[in-house]
């Protein structure tokens, strides 16, 4: 049984916006696993923008996470999908922290940007154990983002 104290611990390092820690493991010498879980039951709908609590059903994925002191961080989240009371659709609640069909946060991407920016692409995923692929991902989002932005401005 995890400790209380440590549990609380994690929930305010992680920090991510109304998500806490449910559990942790440690997967090897040097890899955790953080169960999080949404404190609230509710979502909005996206296509009527109506509050409801039904949930439709739940998958839960892992995402991987920046590093804790020496510890591979991974992230076991559960992505649930609603049926909203009022027009009947169903959704999947979005989550703040890693993009949509992502296997890793958005702050572990970051931090690949800037090792890769610092040192070059194999060294950057060695040592966050991402594969070239992934980085090459993370690269052309990031232009993405940066066409997007500048045509808004």
Do not use: W
Request: charged share 35%; aromatic share 8%.
């Amino acid at each position: 049984m995890p400790s209380n104290s440590l549990l609380y611990f994690i929930t305010n390092i992680i920090k991510f916006e109304g998500f806490k820690a449910k559990n942790y493991h440690f997967i090897t010498d040097d890899e955790l696993l953080i169960e999080l879980e949404k404190k609230e039951n509710l979502a909005i709908c996206p296509h009527c923008n109506k509050q409801t609590d039904k949930i439709h059903q739940s998958h839960r994925y892992r995402v991987r996470d920046i590093p804790l002191s020496s510890y591979d961080v991974f992230l076991l989240v559960n992505r649930r999908q609603f049926r909203c009371k009022n027009c009947r659709k169903v959704f999947s609640e979005e989550l703040s922290f890693v993009k949509k069909r992502r296997t890793y946060t958005k702050r572990l991407a970051k931090k690949v940007i800037k090792e890769v920016l610092e040192t070059d692409v194999v060294n950057a995923g060695k040592r966050n154990r991402i594969t070239p692929a992934e980085i090459d991902t993370i690269l052309k989002e990031l232009e993405a983002d940066c066409l997007q932005e500048n045509r808004q401005t």
